[in-house]
């Protein structure tokens, strides 16, 4: 009986390759974007941009993200550049574009882009307000009413900003916390007692850093008026944690009302906590509080 000869030998089970999963670039560079893999998916979609409209759109969007996982600079600033080169009608990247320029201190630049987001959105959130305080820092005199996007509202807030920036008094309606701040801060180097007045307010403010202003320039005031162990008091944190930074530390000297370097180390004179400490000529003063930025839409 014969015996059915096999065909195909060694290439029996010789097939078509299968395409591996994800060798599409556009799939590649999905994947690597959903990741948070940024620089690989522009490195893979970039070649792609040119001739693919969706893969140009995908790109702008990856250097989007990238921007905002990088600190404020150069870096950033050119992935917004590139991002809105990519996608020019996209109000997104042009308006986080004007707030790193502005970050940047390119005032032109970023009064420039909150004019072209106000031009074709004119309600587009936070425009309007960067778009006013670029104004005022370019120039303290200018017309807040005649900017895209002004309202009533929107000047009476910033009525305060452009006063002090002017170096006129505030006259803020009202006497809530926020007016004594606002009416404190205009009154340093005018009239130190009455600022100190203004800002001895512990009614709690809208924000912890408004509360953190505040208490700065309360020691400021206090400054001004020769009191320096009431101006130092408002900079003593009361834990490093809840200020932070090195613009807070003060060195004092050692040894410190009657007590030794070692007394004071191992907490056996209590006296000496209830005296005011005296500042040595080391003194470190602190830096007033960073100015808070726009959040991201």
């Not at 029996?12 to 590649?28: E, N, S, Y």
């Not at 574009?97 to 630049?109: D, T, V």
């Not at 206090?222 to 944690?241: K, S």
Request: charged share 25%; aromatic share 6%; hydrophobic share 40%.
């Amino acid at each position: 009986m014969a015996r059915h000869k096999r065909h195909g030998g060694k290439d029996k089970d010789r097939r078509a390759p299968i395409p591996l999963f994800g060798a599409d670039p556009r799939q590649q560079g999905l994947r690597a974007f959903q990741a948070g893999r940024f620089d690989e998916a522009i490195g893979v979609w970039s070649g792609l941009a040119a001739s693919d409209a969706r893969a140009a759109a995908a790109l702008a969007e990856a250097h989007f993200r990238r921007a905002l996982t990088v600190p404020a600079g150069s870096g950033q600033l050119a992935d917004l550049r590139r991002a809105d080169a990519l996608a020019p009608d996209d109000p997104r990247y042009l308006y986080h574009l004007g707030l790193a320029l502005h970050h940047a201190r390119e005032l032109p630049e970023a009064i420039d882009r909150y004019r072209a987001v106000l031009a074709r959105d004119p309600v587009w959130p936070g425009a309007a307000v960067a778009l006013a305080l670029a104004a005022l820092e370019q120039e303290p005199a200018v017309d807040l009413a005649a900017l895209p996007g002004s309202t009533p509202m929107l000047r009476l807030t910033l009525s305060p900003v452009q006063a002090l920036l002017r170096g006129a008094p505030v006259l803020a309606p009202g006497d809530g916390p926020l007016e004594q701040l606002w009416q404190g801060l205009s009154l340093i180097g005018r009239d130190g007692a009455a600022a100190r007045v203004a800002l001895d307010d512990d009614r709690s403010l809208p924000s912890a850093r408004a509360d953190k202003v505040r208490r700065y320039y309360r020691g400021v005031a206090a400054a001004t008026t020769g009191d320096l162990v009431a101006a130092l008091e408002p900079w003593r944190p009361p834990t490093r944690r809840a200020w932070g930074g090195p613009g807070w530390r003060i060195t004092w000297r050692r040894p410190c009302c009657g007590a030794s370097s070692r007394q004071m180390r191992t907490r056996r004179t209590p006296q000496a906590s209830s005296r005011a400490p005296r500042p040595s000529r080391r003194t470190r003063w602190p830096s007033p509080p960073a100015i808070p930025r726009w959040p991201r839409r």
